[in-house]
């Protein structure tokens, strides 16, 4: 098993950044990409990002290009994603998963059904 923490959420004015950081523990060698999501009230979870852990291979939802920079430190068990010049339409709870799915697909990596670990959520309210 593997549990995922996040850290890091918050209330920031559109424009400002964050970072939320996802520490992992257990059976971590277990996973090959971490990924984040999130989930607006009333809609449904969202991929934004994620990281291949063995390559470093980066990917986004076309929405936060540019804006936002998923990283790991794999010494830390950790994966971080910095925000910047965020956005009132970015708020959501934000959900750290990670997956033992080897396949190096885009709809595997986006999609959250083929994550089987997640974390419990840190909220990210920004207002305008």
């Known amino acids: 098993q593997v549990q995922l923490l996040e850290s890091g959420g918050g209330l920031v004015q559109a424009g400002g950044s964050l970072r939320l950081s996802c520490e992992a523990s257990g059976r971590t060698f277990s996973t090959h990409v971490m990924g984040w999501f999130r989930q607006a009230p009333g809609s449904e979870r969202e991929f934004v990002a994620a990281i291949r852990r063995s390559s470093s291979s980066t990917y986004y939802v076309d929405s936060v290009k540019g804006r936002f920079t998923i990283s790991t430190d794999n010494a830390k068990k950790t994966a971080y994603l910095q925000m910047n010049s965020l956005k009132p339409e970015d708020t959501a709870v934000y959900y750290c998963?990670?997956?033992?799915?080897?396949?190096?697909?885009?709809?595997?990596?986006?999609?959250?059904?083929?994550?089987?670990?997640w974390g419990q959520g840190t909220q990210v309210t920004v207002s305008s």
């Open positions: 998963a990670a997956t033992s799915d080897i396949r190096n697909t885009w709809v595997v990596i986006s999609t959250a059904r083929w994550y089987n670990y």
